[in-house]
């Protein structure tokens, strides 16, 4: 019996630890074409998103995972005794934002991009490992250089950093919501 293409990626994916790649599909599929191989990761993101069911194929930091469907978080919580998500607090949103906008960037330019001292919540960041660091500035001192990492598009469901939406749509969005009030 001949497995399927799409099966086979399939079951790639939900055994990858990580988001999987096309080039590493690529590479351990080496029999199939690479536009077959594209086909039925095509077909089985459609077929994924198309039916209801519990669990999904997404793609997040430039590849495929698998995910829960968010519309049953709340049995999934219940199950796991998940009282609410590990949620960032606003000073560490407001930093990871200066980071995955301006890297790369040291402690000190986030700091005063800010306004406020980010030590701490740059420290939570590398420890939940959604920056990383990258290396160090040429200059006095030779600061540490901070990067955001491909945890942090998973966390946020981003295929790229280029995800993120720009600085006027972000202007746009804050002048729809305050005409709208």
Partial sequence: MKASLKEIIESL????LEPLSFDK???T??????????????DLLERYSTNKRGIQIIQAAGGLLFSTNPDYDIWIK??????RKNKLSPAALETISTIAYYQPITL????????????????SLLQKRLVKIV???KGPGRPLIYRTSNRFL?????????????????????????NSC
């Fill in 25 to 27: 599909i690529k590479s």
């Fill in 154 to 178: 998973t966390y946020f469901g981003l295929q790229s950093i280029g995800d993120l939406p720009s600085q006027e749509e972000i202007t746009k969005i804050l002048e729809d919501e305050k």
């Fill in 13 to 16: 994916v939900f055994v990858s």
């Fill in 108 to 123: 000190a330019e986030i700091s005063a991009i800010r306004g406020v001292d980010s030590t701490s919540s740059l420290k």
């Fill in 78 to 83: 219940r199950l796991l005794n998940v009282n």
């Fill in 29 to 42: 599929l080496t029999e199939f074409q690479d536009e077959d191989i594209q086909i039925a990761i095509n």
């Fill in 135 to 137: 290396g160090r500035k």
